[in-house]
Nanobody, 121 residues
Framework: VQLQASGGGVVQAGGSLRLSCAASGRSLSNYAMGWFRQAPGKEREFVATISLTGVGKYYADSAKGRFTISRDNAKNTMSLQMSSLKPEDTAVYYC???????????????WGQGTLVTVSS
């Protein structure tokens, strides 16, 4: 499955941003989906994942209470609503897919082109 993240930009600390992930090639309904990010000079890290149906959601501690992951299988899309953004949230955000459980972020792949989020202080 080919994935494309969008919606990034520059936002002030405390602000909000909504990222979207569009898929082509295959139906997303067959995949657990997730968001990951990579800050400058750091390794890519898990942010949030969501189950096939959208009922199950799994968040990194850094995202809990501030970010909300969702999906629309009918539209073949996934989103990440981010609020109360902090400068440390600055990173390139990637969406990814997995044929295994959404509770196993290490199994995610199909990395598409990411979208840059910059949070200014």
């Amino acid at each position: 499955v080919q994935l494309q993240a969008s919606g990034g930009g520059v936002v002030q600390a405390g602000g909000s941003l909504r990222l979207s992930c569009a898929a082509s090639g295959r139906s997303l309904s067959n995949y657990a989906m997730g968001w990951f990010r990579q800050a400058p000079g750091k390794e890519r890290e898990f942010v949030a994942t969501i189950s096939l149906t959208g009922v199950g959601k799994y968040y990194a501690d850094s995202a809990k209470g501030r970010f909300t992951i969702s999906r629309d299988n009918a539209k073949n899309t996934m989103s990440l609503q981010m609020s109360s953004l902090k400068p440390e949230d600055t990173a390139v955000y990637y969406c990814a897919a997995s044929r295994t459980s959404y509770l196993r972020p290490a199994n995610f792949g199909s990395w598409g082109q990411g979208t840059l989020v910059t949070v200014s202080s």
